[in-house]
């Protein structure tokens, strides 16, 4: 996420490095390539010279703390500018009425029906909600279909009127539904086009006058920079929409319509989707998301996925067989379960200080974990639960079970026994000996 401003930010911060105090010299030499930096990030160019304008100001005529070198004042600067320019603070979707009606804009392709589940997910697993999905795109070829697979998925009911082209009755009558039905938020999936045109903004100002959402949501790619700016100001001049979503950031994302899109439009960015599994959808914390693009990590979030898979209990289990070194294949599967969970594994460890530059250069491939898995379950039960006895014989019958090669089950047992020196250091609140293990999955 944001990898290329990253390093190009870390590189302009360099040239403080050595030096004693801020001076105008070394400051303006230092922004004027964090303003290159931002610009390559399809940063609008009069934000990004007011961004670089604004830090120097402040910069300027500081005194370094004692524990401080000046570039690591300049990087707190730059945090807290970077923080106010996309919002500050995370921003709360508003869900008044009964049922409470959320409509989702924003062009073709840019992820709409995906979010919408997404969107009903969220608020049903972590919001207790009871949401129902209504199917209003009537001209893009298999949107319905989408919005009913995906709504599967989640066992979230989506409403539909097959054969119907008039998007407002649709929308009307799926609220009417829900409120027989009980549902207290109603998530209606409108349509886009290619690029923006009169004949679409009437429409979906149409239904938005039909619905009276207490959300309006428009929906951006955050790979297209500047374009999803632009697209979101007319759009905001049509609907005076109240939030924006950002989807694919887990894409080669540059980062300018996360930077830029605020300032802007003066909306906040209040969801961001990392994915296409339908639990890949995060609030948006301008202050986290300029702390990853600082490269100091973004360790509350990563925190938050791992309290929502923690399991007390569990932990408890696995400590103490980790204290008495018991610790086996079966545990060691089910901590890759939990991984996947949370979500994707670069991206993971991309939220641990400094490991953007470590993980920059090592290519994990999500469906190794898929060979691992099968390299485990074509364990017996004994031979998971006491590794030890895996001679070549076993491992040669394991190795034809899960249909990898010899040399890859010699691989996952020193990976193990990797996760095992990992898990202790964990338990000690280390981030040492991660990079190994997932340089090991390579």
Do not use: C, W
Not at 166 to 194: C, F, M, S, Y
Not at 255 to 263: C, E, Q, R, S, Y
Not at 326 to 333: I, R, V
Not at 387 to 410: C, Q, Y
């Amino acid at each position: 996420m944001f990898e290329n401003l990253s390093d190009k930010i870390d590189k302009a911060l360099h040239i403080l490095k050595g030096h004693g105090k801020i001076t105008e010299v070394n400051v303006a030499d230092t922004l004027k390539e964090v303003r290159r930096a931002l610009l390559d990030a399809d940063v609008n160019f009069k934000i990004a010279k007011e961004f670089t304008n604004s830090v120097k100001e402040k910069a300027l005529g500081q005194k370094v703390l004692t524990s401080l070198q000046p570039g690591q004042l300049l990087v707190k600067i730059m945090r807290d500018e970077m923080a106010a320019l996309m919002g500050s603070k995370a921003a709360d979707i508003s869900l008044q009425g009964n049922p409470a009606v959320v409509l989702i804009a924003g062009l073709q392709g840019s992820g709409k029906t995906t979010f919408s589940a997404k969107l009903a997910n969220f608020l049903k697993r972590k919001k207790g909600r009871n949401p129902m999905l209504v199917a209003a795109d009537v001209y893009r070829p298999a949107a319905i279909d989408q919005l009913k697979v995906l709504g599967e998925q989640i066992q979230v009911p989506v409403f539909a009127i097959e054969g119907n082209k008039n998007p407002v009755e649709i929308a009307q009558k799926g609220i009417e539904h829900a409120k027989t039905l009980g549902h207290n938020v109603v998530i209606v999936d409108t349509a886009g086009r290619l690029s923006v045109d009169q004949e679409m903004m009437d429409e979906i100002a149409r239904i938005h006058r039909a619905v009276k959402p207490s959300e309006t949501l428009f929906v951006v790619d955050a790979m297209t920079g500047q374009d999803a700016v632009n697209t979101a100001k007319a759009f905001n001049e049509v609907l005076d929409f109240d939030g924006v979503v950002l989807t694919k950031l887990d894409g080669d994302t540059r980062g300018g319509a996360a930077l830029t899109i605020k300032a802007t439009v003066n909306k906040p960015i209040k969801f961001v989707g990392t994915g296409e599994k339908m639990d890949a959808i995060d609030i948006f914390h301008p202050d986290r998301m300029a702390d990853r693009i600082l490269g100091m990590g973004d360790v509350v979030s990563l925190v938050e996925r791992a309290q929502e898979q923690y399991n007390e209990e569990e932990a408890r289990r696995l400590n103490k067989k980790i204290a008495t070194n018991k610790f086996d294949f079966e545990d060691f599967f089910s901590q890759i379960q939990q991984i996947k969970k949370m979500g994707n594994v670069k991206d993971l460890m991309g939220m641990l200080p400094g490991m953007n530059k470590v993980m920059k250069n090592i290519d994990i491939d999500e469906n190794a974990f898929k060979h691992i898995e099968a390299i485990i379950q074509s364990m017996t039960p004994q031979e998971r639960r006491n590794p030890e006895i895996l001679n070549g014989s076993r491992k040669k019958r394991i190795a034809m079970g899960s249909g990898r090669d010899i040399s890859e089950v010699n691989k996952l047992i020193k990976q193990f026994e990797d996760m095992k020196k990992v898990m202790k250091i964990m338990q000690s609140g280390g981030p040492r000996g991660l990079t190994g293990l997932m340089r090991g999955m390579r």
